[in-house]
């Protein structure tokens, strides 16, 4: 196995690209890629330590970060559909009938 | 294995897809019955909860003891007192009222197993499936924009910081090498010193956990989202979720990351403050009263914060009794919205003038939840604010109890602004509101909480108490 140091180097990287992308970008779909990004990240941790620790309950974990994850995204999908029935476009910036 | 532990769950997630079922079998809906048959199942999960033993099940994945009942208890209180107001507003403004109320319950089983999660899978996944849940209530009505738009805001923003709390999980698996509460801490005892991970994991988790709280600086989705949901889905949202966010909080930081306690304290520390100040001030400039009693929401979670972060057995037992003295003001406040809503049709604070002229019982009972949000002698909120003070003043954080009381201060402004503007403004038109005997109901069991808790507070304070004695501090 390669050290553990890459993995978790590599996950920190990604982790640090899925929340520029969320904090960047404008369209609600592509923020949605970008979380999935997050999460697999967290996915990739996970796998390194429980390689490295030898112990399983990393693994488990990762499954059900998966299961998890399609069920947000079976949601968020919805969602965005439903607003693209009203604005006709799923930019962030539009999506502004209310403000403080 | 005793089984019997999880029958309260079980009794609400086999109700809920009944009532799933029943919704999509049915050709016509009938909005009362299915509500009465959703408190049914509520009340009698909270029935049997008040007869299930202490005891774990799957190597503590699982755990019933006083904590997790207390919280459970609190959940469905909310889910009851919020199922009563909304009858008649789902009767009024939805349609699948099935799926609204099964979605209501699957939310409150979510809520259930976080309180007993002992592990952070558990944990997790338990989590996410009282959010999930509350994201779908919360863009419920799909043919209004302003629902939808809080449905999104809270997903992406939900979405993400459940991705940044994963990240701190993983670090401290990684730090730790166990998935399981107790052995965490333990582990963490033994590891002289704290590394720089474990600074790190702490940052996630407060991050994480301050959105669920809806804890300045990560409130943003809060204001959005109360003034757009459906209000009896803000109503629970508002008291559910924060508990919810609280019952993991402490018992991941009071039971596992005790032995680090000097690095976490001073951020919770600075979250408190910026909740008050923030939740506080802001909340002076709004129109909308959702709005308002969103940032008063993000102020209240402050003052818990101050009594955490004194990290003793009394902040335990203030924040049960806090959070059962806000869920009774603050669902009360929201029946009162929807009263008034279903009546006149507006959410802005100035139509409320001359509320007493229109309905005196109304204006009565809301001025008494204002109190209490405020924190007056006599109501359930003086008595939390009391012990929440009392709890940080006992580990000599004075300056955040001089910052707290503040900051009430400033509070005292638009609680009393609204009861201001209900007794003695004129009333634009004379006609006089209605109310229908559910909202009856839901107002008189919120009001007679809120003055019992304050006037004979020692049962709830042994309640709390015995809530507390499962921590070793």
Partial sequence: MAPLANYLVLAAILFALGVWG????????????????????????FMGFSAYLNDYSGQVFVFLIMAVAAAEVAVGLAIIVSIFRHKENVNVDEINVMKW | MDYSLLIPEVVLFVWALVLLLYNASAKTENPRAIGLFALI???????????????????????????????????LLAAIVTVIGSVDFASKHMKHTGEFYSLIMLCVTG????????????????????????????AFLKKDLKSTEAGLKYLILGAASSGILLYGLSLLYGLTGSTVLDEIGYRLFLNEGT??????????FVAGFGFKLAAAPFHMWAPD?????PTPVTAFLSVASKA???????????????????????????VAILAMVVGNVVALLQKNIKRMLAYSSIAQVGYVLVALSAGIDLSVTSMMIFLLAY??????????????????????????????????????VMTIYMLSLVGIPLTGGFIAKYFLFGAAVKEGLYTLVVIAILTSVISLFYYMNVVRIMMFRPAPSAD???????IKLGLAISVIMVLLIGIWPGPFYAWGQLASTIFHF
């Fill in chain 2, 225 to 229: 989202v109360y003034e757009g949901a």
């Fill in chain 2, 432 to 438: 006089k509101i209605a109310l229908p005997w559910m």
């Fill in chain 2, 327 to 364: 869920l009774f003001a603050n669902i009360g406040a929201f029946i009162v919205v929807i009263a008034f809503s279903n009546a006149t049709g507006s959410d802005n604070i100035e139509d409320y003038s001359g509320l007493w002229k229109r309905k005196p019982s109304l204006a009565i």
């Fill in chain 1, 22 to 45: 969320v904090l960047r970008n404008r369209n609600a779909l592509i923020i949605f890629m970008c979380i999935e990004l997050m999460l697999n990240a967290v996915n990739l941790t």
């Fill in chain 2, 41 to 75: 199942g509520l009340v009698a999960a909270f029935v049997i909860l008040w007869f299930v033993p202490d005891g774990s099940l799957f190597g503590k994945t699982f755990i019933s003891d006083t904590y997790a009942r207390g919280f459970k208890m609190i959940f």
């Fill in chain 2, 195 to 204: 590394t720089i991970a474990a600074v790190f994991a702490i940052v996630m």
């Fill in chain 2, 111 to 138: 809520m259930m197993f976080l309180a007993s999660a002992g592990e952070l899978i558990s944990l997790y996944v338990a989590l996410e499936l009282s959010t999930i849940s509350l994201y779908i209530l919360a």
């Fill in chain 2, 244 to 270: 919810a966010g609280l019952v993991a909080f402490v018992r991941l930081f009071f039971n596992s990351l005790l032995a680090i306690k000097p690095e976490w304290v001073v951020i919770v520390e600075i």
